[in-house]
């Protein structure tokens, strides 16, 4: 399919196929999906896509197809990779819609720029596939909704990559929280630190001619093309990403909601900005947000993307001691007078997370995901919602049964986005 289509012509088609493609029983036999049968995927997005190919290649069953990037030498690039790390070629193409448009494929993997996570995962599961989609699941608050209600509508598994909750050792370290080896826990800190260094300022340049950058920008407004943003810089763009809380935040605040057992909070407070550089970045690189929930319990993140001056990843303080998730897996337990009780190691997860991923759909079992797409959704929420608050000045008072934001018509414009006419997401 090539990007003349008219994208209103193949919104239809797609949901048509989806709705044919879903009435098959074939689809839906549990024997159909029983675990020796192969999984045959697609990725979208070959920066952290790479990474996940050779995590979903080495697994026993699944086919990587096909390798999709709007950057023809990546695209390229990656295929030669995965060739020789699962000994079969998958084919490298530019157009995603080529993987929903195949039958033999089962699902998408989507690790495109956070604009692209939530259109691509609705468009997946309209068209029939399973999705894995990337870290924030989504680019605003609304198309989160729509993810859900689109897994739900099309009876897809749909896991976000927060391979967190697939670690042995975290899940084991965030049952003994829940079960109160240090009391009764009220208060869950989460950092982020790096050293990143300034993007400059951009200069207006001719599109390189192996980038596709309509279709990079997808469902995104329209912006000219700058020699500062692709690839990496649009997360510090609000078109396009989601500053640091979006960009790494969201792995350790999904933790803290995860030991803290809450789901949307009450109130919003951020506080920060750019203070390390003068240049084109629009997200902060010094950022405090903090959230407070129903029932006494608060969460808060710090992220210092240009200092690196190193905090534990995850801290639960409680009753009778504290608890620290480490960033790379395993925890430490100590008690009231803060001497260490206990030490386990353990990793991050992420070969599990994908496993995970795979059994769900082989067992035809969507909810039975570590990071189902509603809990991907309740997590990546506290970093839109702390963003808002960010972006307006303003403390924000929420719903706790949806996160809705309060009183504030200005932030909640912010709910949801403009896009580019003719990509907007439709369940």
Same mark, same amino acid.
């Given at each position: 399919m090539t990007d003349s289509v008219n994208r209103r012509t193949f919104l239809g088609q797609t949901a048509a196929a989806s709705a044919a493609s879903f009435a098959a029983p074939a689809l839906l036999s549990a024997a159909n999906k029983a675990p020796s049968k192969k999984v045959t995927i697609g990725i979208m997005g070959m920066q952290?896509?790479?990474?996940?190919?050779?995590?979903?290649?080495?697994?026993?069953?699944?086919?990587? &197809?096909?390798?999709?990037?709007?950057?023809?030498? $990546?695209?390229?690039?990656?295929?030669?990779?995965?060739?020789?790390?699962?000994?079969?070629?998958?084919?490298?193409?530019?157009?995603? $819609?080529?993987?929903?448009?195949? &039958?033999?494929?089962?699902?998408?993997?989507?690790?495109?720029?956070?604009?692209?996570?939530?259109?691509?995962? %609705? @468009?997946?599961?309209?068209? /029939?596939?399973?999705?894995?989609?990337? &870290?924030?699941?989504?680019?605003?608050?609304?198309? /989160?909704?729509?993810?859900?209600?689109?897994? +739900?509508?099309?009876? +897809?598994?749909?896991?976000?990559?927060?391979?967190?909750?697939?670690?042995?050792? %975290?899940?084991?370290?965030?049952?003994?929280? &829940?079960?109160?080896?240090?009391?009764?826990? #009220?208060?869950? $800190?989460?950092?982020?630190?790096?050293?990143? !260094?300034?993007?400059?300022?951009?200069?207006?340049?001719?599109?390189?001619?192996?980038?596709? #950058?309509?279709?990079? =920008?997808?469902?995104?407004?329209? =912006?000219? #093309?700058?020699?500062?943003?692709?690839?990496?810089?649009?997360?510090?763009?609000?078109?396009?990403?989601? !500053?640091? @809380?979006?960009?790494?935040?969201?792995?350790?605040?999904? *933790?803290? +909601?995860? /030991?803290?057992? *809450?789901?949307?909070p009450t109130r919003v407070v951020s506080s920060g900005g750019r203070y390390a550089y003068n240049d084109d970045q629009q997200t902060p690189d010094t950022h405090v947000v903090a959230y407070e929930f129903d029932g006494g319990k608060q969460i808060t993140w710090q992220g210092t993307s240009c200092n690196r001056h190193k905090n534990e990843f995850v801290t639960f303080f409680g009753s009778k001691g504290t608890l620290i998730i480490g960033g790379s897996g395993g925890y430490r337990v100590l008690d009231a007078k803060d001497k260490e009780v206990e030490k386990v190691g353990g990793g991050q997860g992420m070969s599990e997370h994908a496993q995970n991923f795979i059994d769900a759909i082989r067992n035809n079992e969507p909810l039975s995901l570590n990071a189902e797409i509603e809990i991907g959704h309740k997590s990546t929420l506290l970093c839109h919602i702390g963003n808002i608050a960010h972006r307006t000045g303003r403390t924000m008072t929420c719903d706790p049964s949806n996160g809705h934001i309060q009183n504030d018509k200005a932030a909640m414009a912010l709910w949801t986005r403009d896009y580019e006419p003719g990509w907007e997401p439709k369940v």
């Open positions: 952290r896509g790479l990474a996940l190919a050779k995590t979903f290649g080495a697994l026993d069953g699944v086919e990587i &197809k096909y390798v999709c990037d709007t950057d023809d030498n $990546r695209a390229a690039n990656a295929a030669k990779t995965v060739e020789k790390a699962t000994q079969k070629a998958p084919e490298p193409i530019a157009d995603f $819609r080529k993987i929903l448009d195949d &039958k033999a494929v089962d699902a998408l993997i989507v690790a495109a720029p956070n604009h692209w996570h939530s259109p691509a995962t %609705i @468009l997946g599961c309209s068209a /029939g596939k399973h999705v894995y989609v990337e &870290k924030p699941c989504s680019h605003n608050p609304k198309e /989160g909704e729509m993810m859900v209600e689109a897994a +739900r509508k099309n009876k +897809r598994a749909v896991q976000m990559g927060s391979q967190r909750r697939s670690s042995e050792s %975290i899940m084991e370290g965030i049952q003994k929280v &829940k079960e109160g080896v240090i009391g009764d826990v #009220y208060l869950a $800190r989460a950092f982020y630190q790096s050293a990143r !260094g300034s993007i400059g300022t951009g200069k207006p340049a001719s599109v390189p001619g192996y980038l596709n #950058y309509d279709l990079w =920008q997808g469902p995104a407004p329209r =912006q000219k #093309y700058m020699d500062n943003v692709v690839h990496y810089n649009w997360h510090w763009f609000w078109n396009y990403g989601n !500053g640091e @809380l979006g960009n790494n935040g969201v792995h350790s605040l999904d *933790v803290c +909601r995860w /030991g803290l057992d *809450v789901d949307y």
